[in-house]
Structures are given as structure tokens and as C-alpha cells.
């Protein structure tokens, strides 16, 4: 089944830690892209990729990384969590860009 | 920086009844996209408009791709219970993908 596939669909961490959340789509996607969703804000773009080796920054980029070593996985990594990163985030992946993005089932992300 | 106005925020409605919304920018997009979002999942994509003036149906929806490019309309008709959730339009430009704040349509019993 083609899907994005994120993990883990719930983390609560403490100030400070470092943590990873994984993103993998098994679509030959080109494009993909790290949301976040905050109530009263919509969805507002961290960080996107346009291939493997390219990454560009999107509309709220601080206090986060993103590699994409190959195409099918674009991990979102948060060196030092604060609270104000407490969000819903959503990966997604698209096969050109302009078709559209197929978004995962989000990770709910509490940082205390 | 670039902004989608989604209207109305929230809606209320009797099952059976269509449902008109839209987003208006002040930029032109290349592309329209239309999303809906279950609660406790991601969104999925409704409808994607490329040509402007471009009047689309999936089903009971229907999206328009403004003439001045700037703008998009979604109806859905003869609403459903299953219709609940939220509806995201988004523009898109070259990379960037901007996303309005979401209507949530509500289906009263």
C-alpha cells in the first residue's frame, strides 16, 4: 500500500532532549516536506526537500534539522526540544511537487 | 510573507445541506489544492485544480480554480455524517506550498 509512514505517533519529552521523528514513504517520491499543525494556525511548513542531498527551509525552520541521505526517508530531528515545539507534525511526500501531497498519520509531540 | 484566507472558520449545518467555502489570496498560485482531515489522521487530497478558470468534480464535490488566480471555491453537496471534519484549501507557487487555516464543518443529526 503506498503510504508516509511516520514514527512514533506519540512522543511526550523533556526540555532539552534530543529526539528524532522518522519519516519514510515508499512511493518513489521526489518532494518531501515536515508540517506542523498548531489550532488557530493551520499547517505551516519546518522544513522541505526536493531530492536526495536538497534541503530548503520552509516558513518555520528554528530549532529544527532534516537530512534526506535517500529518498525514501526524511527524518525530522529536534536538537533541543522547548515546549513551544509542542505540536501535531505531519510528514508528507509528493512525486513532483505539483501533484500533491500525500501526508502520514502525524506525530503528536508534547515537550514538557 | 504569503497568505491563504479560508472562510468561513467553522460551520454548522443539517445533513442534506450543500456547503460552499473558499479561499482568497492576494498572490497567484500556479495550483489549487483541496484537503480534508479526519480527526487523529493526516489530510488527504480532495481535488487538485492546474488551470485557472478549471471547474472540477470528485463525487458530491465540486472546486473551482479562480479566473484571476488568487482565489478557489469547494461545494460539497447533499451533505453526509461522513463530511465532518476539517477542509484545507492550499496554493501553490514553484516549491512553495502555502496552506489556509482550515474550515470545520460540523453535521448537525
Known amino acids: 500500500e503506498a503510504q508516509v509512514t511516520q514514527n512514533p505517533r506519540y512522543l511526550i519529552t523533556v526540555t532539552g532532549k534530543k529526539l528524532t521523528v522518522t519519516c519514510s514513504q515508499n512511493m518513489n517520491h521526489e518532494y518531501m516536506s515536515w508540517y506542523r499543525q498548531d489550532p488557530g494556525l493551520g499547517l505551516r511548513q519546518i522544513y522541505y526537500s526536493m531530492n536526495v542531498e536538497v534541503t530548503d527551509k520552509g516558513d518555520v525552520p528554528e530549532g529544527y534539522k532534516v537530512s534526506r541521505k535517500e529518498k525514501r526517508n526524511f527524518p525530522l530531528i529536534l536538537e533541543s526540544p522547548s515546549p513551544n515545539q509542542t505540536s501535531l507534525y505531519f510528514c508528507a511526500s509528493s512525486l513532483t511537487g505539483w501533484d500533491g501531497y500525500t501526508f502520514g498519520s502525524g506525530t503528536r509531540l508534547t515537550v514538557v | 510573507g504569503q497568505q491563504l484566507n479560508q472562510s468561513p472558520q467553522s460551520m454548522f449545518i443539517q445533513e442534506g445541506e450543500d456547503v460552499s467555502m473558499n479561499c482568497t489570496s492576494s498572490?497567484?498560485?500556479?495550483?489549487w489544492l483541496w484537503y480534508k482531515q479526519d480527526p487523529g489522521e493526516g489530510p488527504v487530497l480532495l481535488i487538485a485544480?492546474?488551470?485557472?478558470?478549471e471547474l472540477t468534480s470528485n463525487g458530491r464535490l465540486t472546486a473551482q480554480f479562480g479566473i484571476t488566480r488568487k482565489d478557489s471555491f469547494l461545494n460539497i453537496s447533499a451533505s453526509i455524517p461522513s463530511d465532518v471534519g476539517i477542509y484545507f484549501c492550499a496554493g501553490q507557487l514553484d516549491d512553495k506550498i502555502i496552506f489556509g487555516k482550515g474550515t470545520r464543518l460540523h453535521i448537525l443529526p
Open positions: 485544480l492546474y488551470k485557472a478558470g
Open positions: 498572490s497567484i498560485f500556479n495550483t
